[in-house]
């Protein structure tokens, strides 16, 4: 069992990301404001929220030697006291009802390169990058939810 630290989102495309402490998730549109989680028509929605483990996030910056904070990434999640399953089809549910079925690791992008030389190849490390999800159940969540491995 883990615990929800942080939540942010960003409303285009390399737009500035938006720090907040809840959020309403929903199974067509992901986070409520964030521009990733809509599906594209035809689309299967493999990245609709991303999850970002605090460990993680601290072992890269350990490694380059910087401390930036967790929003940098650009994930939508920040996952305290739980290893995230790297297993695509494994359930999460947060808080009472929202359940996310991770599909799979997420890549590092140039952008990290940007943020600290180093930072992409220490991010591309053990999933230390993070996981993109699908929403099954929608709901509302907060920073201090609980979160739980539901399984496959």
């Given at each position: 069992?883990?615990?929800?630290?942080?939540?942010?989102?960003?409303?285009?495309?390399?737009?500035?990301?938006?720090?907040?402490?809840?959020?309403?998730?929903?199974?067509?549109?992901?986070?409520?404001?964030?521009?990733?989680?809509?599906?594209?028509?035809?689309?299967?929605?493999?990245?609709?929220?991303?999850?970002?483990?605090?460990?993680?996030?601290?072992?890269?910056?350990?490694?380059?030697?910087?401390?930036?904070?967790?929003?940098?990434?650009?994930?939508?999640?920040?996952?305290?006291?739980?290893?995230?399953?790297?297993?695509?089809?494994?359930?999460?549910?947060?808080?009472?009802?929202v359940e996310l079925m991770i599909t799979r690791e997420t890549d590092p992008c140039e952008r990290m390169e940007a943020l600290a030389p180093g930072l992409r190849a220490a991010m591309m490390v053990d999933w230390r990058g993070g996981a993109c999800s699908r929403?099954?159940?929608?709901?509302?969540?907060?920073?201090?939810?609980?979160?739980?491995?539901?399984?496959?």
């Amino acid at each position: 069992m883990g615990t929800l630290a942080g939540i942010a989102r960003h409303g285009r495309p390399k737009g500035p990301m938006e720090t907040i402490d809840h959020v309403e998730v929903t199974l067509d549109g992901g986070l409520h404001g964030d521009f990733r989680g809509t599906i594209k028509p035809g689309g299967k929605g493999r990245r609709q929220v991303t999850l970002l483990e605090v460990g993680d996030w601290a072992a890269a910056m350990a490694e380059v030697g910087h401390s930036l904070p967790w929003s940098a990434r650009r994930a939508n999640l920040l996952v305290e006291g739980l290893d995230l399953p790297q297993v695509p089809g494994t359930r999460l549910r947060i808080g009472d009802t929202v359940e996310l079925m991770i599909t799979r690791e997420t890549d590092p992008c140039e952008r990290m390169e940007a943020l600290a030389p180093g930072l992409r190849a220490a991010m591309m490390v053990d999933w230390r990058g993070g996981a993109c999800s699908r929403v099954l159940v929608g709901g509302t969540i907060r920073v201090g939810d609980t979160i739980l491995i539901l399984g496959e």
